[in-house]
T-cell receptor, first 116, second 114 residues
Framework: GAVVSQHPSWVICKSGTSVKIECRSLDFQATTMFWYRQFPKQSLMLMATSNEGSKATYEQGVEKDKFLINHASLTLSTLTVTSAHPEDSSFYIC????????????FGQGTRLTVV | GDSVTQMEGPVTLSEEAFLTINCTYTATGYPSLFWYVQYPGEGLQLLLKATKADDKGSNKGFEATYRKETTSFHLEKGSVQVSDSAVYFCALTYSGGGADGLTFGKGTHLIIQP
């Protein structure tokens, strides 16, 4: 149990286009989902925290208009990178915590975004 | 702000060798500490955790002790196996991991040779 699935696992898009990444909790309801970004040989950096039905909370320095987060249900959150540029190329990872748990976050496999 | 520093990799060991991966942290309060592992092609998985000073987390033969005096949470295993090859991340948070985001170290790539 406690499986989190991200889709797609990798994507290549052209500069100026938008790309959506999905994060699903397959076998549990997630009160909170998190989005991280990882540069090569760097830490995972928390981008934003989303709670079902409310606006996401973004970390300092993260552009909320560029990285749109929607958490429409207890099993799905989406990250949309708008007007993507090559500097947005990165590895994006989501995690979800289970309703009633509060003690552990479960991670998706990550999405490799390349903007050309 | 809070930060986590862990040893750079890759770390290459022979099977059955003793493993230590160092992790130190800087925090304004008293966080919970975690080790996550990422096997090739998979998401991060919680390996072990400790929520207060002097606690020892353990799982699958791995251990780490929360040392407040040295602000450290070093990961150890007495005899590694090829299947332990993965990337290991040290992390901290104040909520136990579920309600707040985690602050991660850069990750240490461990390679175990037969």
């Amino acid at each position: 149990g406690a499986v989190v699935s991200q889709h797609p696992s990798w994507v290549i898009c052209k500069s100026g286009t938008s790309v959506k990444i999905e994060c699903r909790s397959l076998d549990f309801q997630a009160t909170t989902m998190f989005w991280y970004r990882q540069f090569p040989k760097q830490s995972l950096m928390l981008m934003a925290t989303s709670n079902e039905g409310s606006k996401a909370t973004y970390e300092q320095g993260v552009e909320k208009d560029k990285f749109l987060i929607n958490h429409a249900s207890l099993t799905l959150s989406t990250l949309t990178v708008t007007s993507a540029h090559p500097e947005d190329s990165s590895f994006y990872i989501c995690s979800a915590s289970r309703v009633g748990s509060g003690q552990e976050a479960f991670f998706g496999q990550g999405t490799r975004l390349t903007v050309v | 702000g809070d930060s986590v520093t862990q040893m750079e990799g890759p770390v290459t060991l022979s099977e059955e060798a003793f493993l230590t991966i160092n992790c130190t942290y800087t925090a304004t309060g008293y966080p919970s500490l975690f080790w996550y592992v990422q096997y090739p092609g998979e998401g991060l998985q919680l390996l072990l955790k400790a929520t207060k000073a002097d606690d020892k987390g353990s799982n699958k033969g791995f251990e780490a002790t929360y040392r407040k005096e040295t602000t450290s949470f070093h990961l150890e295993k007495g005899s590694v196996q090829v299947s332990d090859s993965a990337v290991y991340f040290c992390a901290l948070t104040y909520s136990g991991g579920g309600a707040d985001g985690l602050t991660f170290g850069k990750g240490t790539h461990l390679i175990i040779q037969p």
